[in-house]
């Protein structure tokens, strides 16, 4: 508790901002006319963008007069390194940190929690190596050395040394008035527990809920059957060992790729055509057949079979969640999430904090679909109650309303509130602000008195200041990124 018993908001989870790409309404885009299609729009790096201020301020007049400061918790694709240059993305960003950290209107406090997602792996394997090296400068001459590490632990302060050498500490600490800003970079996912460690909010990005993104683990299990399976099922760190390469390279990581990342970035956006799926599939097949083994002549037949076993596997696992903006969660996509939750998670959970607490919770982003639901899950005591943090991209053409941009709060006590920034309505608006519920009838754990709920409605007013300022610029920005997002698809041409 806070001001005289207000409950006060300890921790801000926000991901998928993807600054950087020109859909991401957190980036300032410039927009002309009298040009060609596809070529109408030019991103602003360096103009913060209307809806990036107006969500810092809805923030800061919640926080005012706290205590304490929240701490911040960016939950993945926060710097968007597949489509678009690491330069603009993080100038982009730079842009957040001079809103959120520099001046007197500090949003947060110094501490940050990183939790890379796909669009931004590619820090985590820098900060990874960082934190080896570090690890090392600590270690007697004559011991041993522990192999590298894949995965950070649940609880931060039981993970190795950390290192303030990685990219978003940079970018942060180089701004003006930043430079006791201190983040550390959890991978993939991290644990919040109560004081009296009767709850645990576990967040993290979200990705290893699809079936895409262990796409290398599937085709080893399916092209090398003979290979002995992993004792008790997979772990968070046989999933990022197996298929770290594989993220990085095609998911974060084709914005530095030259012509080449532009022409798989088209692969990228095309993960239905079945032309670019027989293109991904022979290349993956081509780099994971062993070389020189059995009879020379036998090795194109080979091939030819293995080709087609793994075009049906992809074809079958590469529908991602977001390509399907009709619905909330897609039946493959609560199938993903349970697997996750009742297998690595729940074997994470067990391996590292003993037990499975009577009141889990989760928060993951990714989908850009926001929710909040409470699922009965096996392997859980009781109801875990499941927020989705949606995402800051317009990935349409046309008005996608399962679509929004959300906050989740959390205060000391680990009470979880979902503030949705934004929706995109029927009719291509911003839709008003207001708290996200689970659904009436799914009574359960968690559903009681949430005395943070209680305390951010209250100061929630959709008509007036700062409230009706993020739905107006949120509307401005949808419209016009459903404008460009026409364009591309007209003139054929990725959205970079």
Same mark, same amino acid.
């Given at each position: 508790?806070?001001?005289?018993?207000?409950?006060?908001?300890?921790?801000?989870?926000?991901?998928?901002?993807?600054?950087?790409?020109?859909?991401?309404?957190?980036?300032?885009?410039?927009?002309?006319?009298?040009?060609?299609?596809?070529?109408?729009?030019?991103?602003?790096?360096?103009?913060?963008?209307?809806?990036?201020?107006?969500?810092?301020?809805?923030?800061?007049?919640?926080?005012?007069?706290?205590?304490?400061?929240?701490?911040?918790?960016?939950?993945?694709?926060?710097?968007?390194?597949?489509?678009?240059?690491?330069?603009?993305?993080?100038?982009?960003?730079?842009?957040?940190? #001079?809103?959120?950290?520099?001046?007197?209107?500090?949003?947060?406090?110094? %501490?940050? *929690?990183?939790?890379?997602?796909?669009?931004?792996?590619?820090?985590?394997?820098?900060?990874?190596?960082?934190?080896?090296?570090? *690890?090392?400068?600590?270690?007697?001459?004559?011991?041993?050395?522990?192999?590298?590490?894949?995965?950070?632990?649940?609880?931060?302060?039981?993970?190795?040394?950390?290192?303030?050498?990685?990219?978003?500490?940079?970018?942060?600490?180089?701004?003006?008035?930043?430079?006791?800003?201190?983040?550390?970079?959890?991978?993939?996912?991290?644990?919040?527990?109560?004081?009296?460690?009767?709850?645990?909010?576990?967040?993290?990005?979200?990705?290893?809920?699809?079936?895409?993104?262990?796409?290398?683990?599937?085709?080893?299990?399916?092209?090398?059957?003979?290979?002995?399976?992993?004792?008790?099922?997979?772990?968070?760190?046989?999933?990022?060992?197996?298929?770290?390469?594989?993220? /990085?390279?095609?998911?974060?990581?084709?914005?530095?790729?030259?012509?080449?990342?532009?022409?798989?970035?088209?692969? *990228?956006?095309?993960?239905?055509?079945?032309?670019?799926? #027989?293109?991904?599939?022979?290349? @993956?097949?081509?780099?994971?057949?062993?070389?020189?083994?059995?009879?020379?002549?036998?090795?194109?037949?080979?091939?030819?079979?293995?080709?087609?076993? %793994?075009?049906?596997?992809?074809?079958?696992?590469?529908?991602?969640?977001?390509?399907?903006?009709?619905?909330?969660?897609?039946?493959?996509?609560?199938?993903?999430?349970?697997?996750?939750?009742?297998?690595? @998670?729940?074997?994470?959970?067990?391996?590292?904090?003993?037990?499975?607490?009577?009141?889990?919770?989760?928060?993951?982003?990714?989908?850009?679909?926001?929710?909040?639901?409470?699922?009965?899950?096996?392997?859980?005591?009781?109801?875990?109650?499941?927020?989705?943090?949606?995402?800051?991209?317009?990935?349409?053409?046309?008005?996608?309303?399962?679509?929004?941009?959300?906050?989740?709060?959390?205060?000391?006590?680990?009470?979880?509130?979902?503030?949705?920034?934004?929706?995109?309505?029927?009719?291509?608006?911003?839709?008003?602000?207001?708290?996200?519920?689970? /659904?009436?009838?799914?009574?359960?754990?968690?559903?009681?008195?949430?005395?943070?709920?209680?305390?951010?409605?209250?100061?929630?007013?959709?008509?007036?200041?700062?409230?009706?300022?993020?739905?107006? %610029?949120?509307?401005? @920005?949808? %419209?016009?990124?459903?404008?460009?997002?026409?364009?591309?698809?007209?003139?054929?041409?990725?959205?970079?």
């Amino acid at each position: 508790r806070g001001r005289a018993g207000v409950a006060e908001i300890r921790y801000v989870v926000l991901s998928d901002l993807h600054f950087g790409a020109s859909n991401s309404l957190m980036i300032s885009v410039v927009e002309r006319s009298g040009v060609a299609p596809g070529a109408t729009f030019t991103a602003d790096p360096t103009t913060p963008s209307p809806v990036l201020t107006a969500v810092l301020d809805c923030l800061r007049h919640l926080t005012a007069g706290q205590r304490e400061a929240p701490t911040l918790v960016l939950a993945g694709d926060v710097l968007d390194l597949a489509l678009s240059a690491d330069a603009v993305a993080a100038t982009a960003f730079q842009c957040f940190v #001079d809103e959120a950290f520099a001046g007197a209107g500090r949003v947060f406090a110094p %501490a940050v *929690y990183y939790l890379p997602g796909n669009h931004d792996h590619h820090l985590w394997e820098g900060a990874r190596e960082a934190q080896y090296i570090e *690890y090392l400068k600590g270690l007697a001459a004559e011991a041993p050395m522990d192999p590298p590490w894949h995965t950070t632990r649940l609880l931060p302060d039981k993970q190795p040394p950390w290192t303030a050498r990685d990219l978003i500490s940079t970018l942060i600490q180089r701004r003006p008035g930043c430079a006791d800003v201190a983040v550390r970079v959890v991978y993939p996912n991290l644990a919040l527990v109560s004081p009296d460690g009767r709850r645990s909010r576990i967040v993290t990005h979200g990705h290893f809920t699809e079936p895409i993104y262990s796409l290398m683990s599937q085709l080893r299990q399916l092209l090398f059957p003979n290979q002995d399976p992993v004792a008790g099922g997979a772990t968070i760190a046989n999933l990022e060992a197996e298929n770290f390469a594989w993220i /990085d390279f095609f998911w974060s990581t084709l914005g530095r790729s030259g012509d080449v990342g532009e022409d798989v970035a088209l692969i *990228y956006a095309e993960l239905t055509n079945p032309v670019a799926l #027989d293109l991904l599939a022979a290349n @993956l097949v081509h780099g994971l057949v062993p070389r020189g083994h059995g009879p020379g002549w036998l090795r194109p037949f080979e091939t030819l079979l293995l080709s087609g076993l %793994a075009r049906r596997e992809v074809k079958h696992r590469t529908g991602h969640e977001r390509a399907t903006p009709e619905t909330t969660l897609s039946p493959k996509g609560r199938l993903g999430l349970r697997q996750y939750l009742e297998g690595p @998670l729940h074997r994470q959970l067990v391996a590292e904090l003993g037990t499975i607490g009577a009141d889990v919770g989760f928060v993951f982003g990714h989908t850009h679909k926001p929710f909040v639901e409470r699922w009965s899950v096996a392997g859980y005591p009781g109801r875990v109650e499941v927020h989705n943090t949606g995402g800051w991209v317009v990935d349409t053409a046309e008005p996608a309303p399962t679509q929004g941009g959300v906050a989740v709060l959390l205060d000391d006590d680990l009470n979880v509130v979902s503030l949705q920034l934004y929706r995109q309505t029927p009719d291509g608006g911003a839709g008003s602000v207001q708290l996200l519920a689970a /659904d009436a009838g799914d009574a359960g754990a968690g559903s009681g008195d949430n005395p943070l709920a209680a305390r951010v409605a209250g100061e929630i007013d959709p008509t007036a200041e700062p409230w009706r300022a993020v739905s107006a %610029a949120a509307g401005e @920005l949808i %419209a016009q990124r459903h404008r460009l997002q026409a364009a591309l698809l007209a003139s054929g041409v990725t959205n970079t």
